[in-house]
């Protein structure tokens, strides 16, 4: 049995375009492998620990190989807790709509939380950066009020995606699968719906191979 790691980061729930493409994605999913177990975790909703400036001194006491003091520990372990939550999964679909071009503040929280040295990276002068988290597909749905298309202006824009495969490559994975529904709003609301449509039936394909 695997688990799969549903990652909403949309406070509209059934009114985000991202959430809608992924719920259909995931409910394929549950139909093909229905022993596989399933977490939801919408940013937005989950209790997140901020990392603050407890936090950072936590970290930099590992890094200068130092013991915590207790509230370094009390602090730290609620930056596991998310870590290994996270790393336990064997699969992960990811529903994220583009903020001011880039994505939402409570994912870069998230990914803050997450992309930390000796749990999902290493680093030596010998070899450099080395991602920790192999072999697990992801999948990330992204919604665009805008079209954001390779090859044209417009693509300068787009620090949502090009964001979420650095980032995610960096700590592993090697390959971000994606599927993009743009223009939501752009268009109008006639084309935002046939987007949406076009998306879910490529979502419902995925998901019997993911």
């Given at each position: 049995?695997?688990?799969?790691?549903?990652?909403?980061?949309?406070?509209?729930?059934?009114?985000?375009?991202?959430?809608?493409?992924?719920?259909?994605?995931?409910?394929?999913?549950?139909?093909?492998?229905?022993?596989?177990?399933?977490?939801?975790?919408?940013?937005?909703?989950?209790?997140?620990?901020?990392?603050?400036?407890?936090?950072?001194?936590?970290?930099?006491?590992?890094?200068?190989?130092?013991?915590?003091?207790?509230?370094?520990?009390?602090?730290?372990?609620?930056?596991?807790?998310?870590?290994?939550?996270?790393?336990?999964?064997?699969?992960?679909?990811?529903?994220?709509?583009?903020?001011?071009?880039?994505?939402?503040?409570?994912?870069?929280?998230?990914?803050?939380?997450?992309?930390?040295?000796?749990?999902?990276?290493?680093?030596?002068?010998?070899?450099?950066?080395?991602?920790?988290?192999?072999?697990?597909?992801?999948?990330?749905?992204?919604?665009?009020?805008?079209?954001?298309?390779?090859?044209?202006?417009?693509?300068?824009?787009?620090?949502?995606?090009?964001?979420?495969?650095?980032?995610?490559?960096?700590?592993?994975?090697?390959?971000?699968?994606?599927?993009?529904v743009e223009p939501t709003l752009q268009a109008g609301p006639d084309i935002a719906a046939e987007k949406v449509r076009n998306a879910v039936e490529t979502a419902k394909k995925l998901a019997a191979e993911f």
């Amino acid at each position: 049995m695997s688990t799969l790691l549903y990652i909403q980061a949309s406070p509209r729930g059934t009114r985000s375009k991202s959430i809608a493409v992924a719920d259909a994605f995931v409910e394929e999913y549950r139909q093909q492998y229905s022993n596989d177990e399933i977490v939801t975790l919408n940013l937005f909703d989950a209790p997140m620990p901020d990392f603050d400036k407890l936090a950072v001194q936590a970290k930099y006491t590992i890094l200068h190989g130092k013991s915590h003091s207790s509230e370094e520990k009390q602090t730290w372990r609620q930056i596991e807790e998310v870590i290994e939550q996270f790393t336990s999964a064997d699969k992960y679909v990811l529903a994220v709509p583009m903020w001011n071009f880039s994505i939402p503040y409570r994912l870069k929280q998230y990914i803050d939380i997450l992309v930390q040295p000796g749990y999902t990276f290493s680093y030596s002068p010998e070899t450099g950066y080395k991602g920790l988290v192999h072999h697990k597909p992801l999948l990330t749905v992204y919604a665009r009020g805008g079209q954001y298309e390779t090859g044209t202006e417009a693509e300068a824009f787009d620090l949502q995606k090009k964001y979420i495969e650095l980032i995610f490559g960096f700590i592993g994975f090697e390959s971000v699968n994606s599927i993009i529904v743009e223009p939501t709003l752009q268009a109008g609301p006639d084309i935002a719906a046939e987007k949406v449509r076009n998306a879910v039936e490529t979502a419902k394909k995925l998901a019997a191979e993911f």
